[in-house]
């Protein structure tokens, strides 16, 4: 991601190339209007026709089949094959509704602001905004999106006091009020100038009126899905499962929906699972040893990004310039806090090597002068980064009176472990002795999140807190700013009056190339103030099956739509082999092949439920002996010990029978079902079996069944 005016060309880097594998890219047809009033940026369809009009009849004819961007998608939607995939990221229910919903301005995979729902918009003045709607678009449920509906949605927000989970300052002021011109035409009206109402905009989901019916939703919960249904126009409809910021369910199953309205972001694929059941490691060790048990992993770590690329099975994508900062918070709220003396938190900045830190997380991260990542809305390309200048820290440090030094305690989350101890090294050297404690993500969260914290803020005794942001709206006045420094959930700073001053400055406008210029006022602002300790925007690392076409997000958001598989990819292969009678497939017992489980679960029922139990308890007391001797039919449950053994074990138990694997003298009850079964049902009950367990169980069982004999 970059400046709002430029695109790479480039944003994805595969680290590791796959032979033979090209997926077509969309086409995509832009007309430039070149325009001097930045409020004719975004024109809606109509408005732009008028002004083609003036080069000839060829303007005219785009306006008459659809404008610069068709509003409905005549291709239906070519999909293929399955996506397994694991994201373990606390922003995951924002990727659920990333791919259900759409929204009136939505924020592209680069971060620019473009239209979705809304084909364009305009400010009449600073207190108006006018935005024509997209004709055509159909909810999943097959009702039509059009002005109505908008109002639905914009009214059931504003009842709310906060509607979103991320903070008040995405509602808008009382008085604000939506007015209908036409079905396909509405006009916002505001008390007062609002600067961030575009953003506010891109964050408004669009939910079915039959969503608002039966579920609505409550405060802090705009856009959090707690159950399935035919909700939003999204590429994506959730059809199992469910995600909010507190829990998920193990599995979460998205299918496309067949008349998605855009083009350029058709779903590719039929069907998307979520495993929430597999820890990061085992994800990971899957999508690197085998196909068609996880295809992705998000947030891969840079020291676990060579493993990955020499897997046979996956590749490292990697996505530069995410809306992503990693940087430390200096205590001011503690007692006695020396931090508010700019002499130290200038030393601190100039005690680090950031060079030296990026090496040290194998070149994953891009230095960055002060709080906003280097592609986000308002960053400053001229501001340069702190030099690193131990001499001049120990200068600072003793002219802040810190002649022999300071003892500081410095925190990090887990993940942050590699940087908090070289940033450790690196302070010891100009002079600070440095107490380190990395902590778990929960005990992190006590100590820096001021409504979580274990004391008052004033007894809270570490020093610097290193950590990761996360700015999904690429409006760094919020989700940093706010956030870090004004009264936010995470504010340590004692900021100057200059800082507040510049942020409700950049509220009072709407023009956007004014906004910017603002923020990297506040950029340099808080850069020279040495507000945080600066350090880098990390590159963003995911853990790919090779035959999976992925092109990340610079929200690190997973949006899905585009997203496709290769003849090659396991679910394809499924499929044919499915589909032609003449070829066989390896056996296997897929928990997740639909077809498969039904027909395991009419066989289970026929001939092993009797025994084993329906629920597959099995028998009461199958620990201790009978007085026959042998012992009483085991659970196939996760109580049990079938998930211990692999496939092929648990298929030759079931074909051959118990009495061929029992220990000397052991009269097995189990029978043989050579003769009662096919091969293929003999899998498919297994598959049963497995479709019962636990994730964590299946993954378990997965890895003894891939196990080398």
């Known amino acids: ?70 509003s409905y998608s005549a291709e239906t939607p070519t999909t293929r094959g399955e996506l397994r995939l694991v994201d373990a990221s606390p922003s995951n229910w924002m990727s659920i509704a990333l791919n259900v919903f759409d929204r009136l301005i939505e924020i592209d995979t680069d971060g620019n602001m473009v239209p979705g729902l809304a084909t364009g918009w305009r400010w009449l003045d600073n207190r108006t905004l006018a935005i024509t709607l997209r004709q055509g678009v159909k909810f999943h449920n097959g009702e039509d999106f059009d002005a109505a ?351 507040r001053q510049l942020y409700e400055q950049v509220l009072r406008v709407v023009d956007r190339e004014r906004q910017q210029a603002l923020i990297q006022q506040i950029e340099r602002h808080t850069h020279d103030q040495a507000y945080f300790l600066f350090l880098y925007n990390p590159i963003q690392l995911y853990a790919v099956n090779k035959s999976v076409a992925f092109v990340p997000h610079t929200t690190t958001l997973l949006g899905l739509a585009g997203m496709s598989v290769a003849e090659a990819h396991w679910s394809v292969q499924q499929t044919t082999a499915q589909q032609t009678p003449s070829q066989t497939q390896p056996p296997h017992a897929d928990p997740h092949n639909t077809e498969q489980v039904a027909t395991g679960q009419q066989v289970y029922v026929s001939f092993c439920a009797g025994c084993h139990g329906t629920n597959l308890e099995g028998q009461p007391d199958w620990q201790k002996r009978l007085p026959m001797g042998n012992f009483p039919a085991p659970p196939h449950d996760e109580t049990g010990h079938t998930w211990h053994h692999a496939d092929q074990w648990l298929f030759d138990i079931v074909k051959d029978g118990g009495q061929r694997f029992a220990p000397p003298r052991y009269r097995s009850a189990m029978p043989a079902y050579r003769d009662m079964l096919t091969d293929d049902e003999i899998w498919a009950v297994l598959a049963f079996i497995k479709s019962r367990w636990p994730a964590s169980i299946w993954a378990h069982q997965e890895r003894e069944t891939l196990r080398p004999r």
């Open 149 to 499: 509906i908008v109002k639905l949605n914009w009214e059931a927000y504003a009842r709310l006091q906060q509607p979103h989970m991320l903070g008040e300052f995405l509602s808008f002021k009382p008085g604000s009020r939506l007015e209908i011109i036409d079905p396909y035409t509405v006009r916002f009206h505001f008390p007062e100038a609002d600067g961030a109402a575009l953003i506010k905009l891109s964050a408004l989901h669009i939910a079915s009126q039959q969503f608002h019916t039966q579920d609505g939703w409550g405060e802090k919960q705009w856009g959090v899905l707690k159950r399935p249904g035919p909700w939003g126009t999204g590429p994506y409809r959730l059809v199992e499962g469910f995600s909010t910021f507190e829990k998920r369910s193990d599995r979460i199953v998205l299918e496309a929906h067949p008349h998605y309205w855009d083009a350029s972001r058709l779903p590719r694929l039929h069907r998307i699972v979520f495993d929430n059941g597999l820890s990061h490691r085992e994800a990971l060790e899957l999508v690197k040893s085998d196909e068609g048990r996880v295809d992705l992993v998000s947030e891969i770590r840079p020291v676990e990004a060579l493993s990955v690329a020499q897997s046979p099975f996956a590749k490292v994508v990697t996505k530069r310039d995410t809306l992503v900062t990693v940087f430390g918070q200096f205590n001011m709220r503690k007692a006695g806090s020396p931090w508010r003396d700019i002499r130290l938190r200038q030393a601190i900045n100039l005690a680090v090597n950031r060079e030296e830190l990026i090496r040290d997380i194998k070149g994953q991260g891009v230095i960055i002068p002060a709080l906003a990542p280097k592609g986000a809305f308002g960053y400053d390309p001229a501001l340069t980064p702190y030099p690193f200048d131990p001499d001049k820290a120990r200068h600072l440090l003793r002219e802040a009176g810190y002649a022999d030094g300071l003892v500081i305690a410095l925190i990090a989350p887990e993940a942050l472990q590699t940087q908090a101890i070289s940033i450790s090294m690196m302070l010891e050297q100009a002079g600070f002795t440095v107490d380190l404690q990395v902590l778990d993500d929960v005990a992190f969260q006590r100590q820096t999140r001021l409504g979580d914290r274990d004391q008052p803020a004033a007894q809270q005794t570490w020093d610097i807190a290193l950590r990761p942001a996360l700015d999904q709206l690429n409006f760094p006045l919020f989700l940093l700013y706010r956030y870090f420094a004004l009264d936010g959930p995470y504010d340590w700073v004692s900021e100057q009056p200059e800082l």
């Open 1 to 70: 991601m970059r400046n709002v005016q430029r695109r790479s060309r480039f944003p994805v880097r595969v680290l590791q190339t796959q032979a033979a594998f090209d997926f077509a890219a969309q086409a995509v047809v832009v007309t430039c209007i070149p325009v001097q009033d930045q409020s004719l940026q975004h024109a809606s369809e109509e408005e732009s026709a008028i002004l083609k009009s003036s080069i000839g009849h060829i303007g005219l004819i785009l306006y008459v089949l659809g404008g610069v961007t068709s």
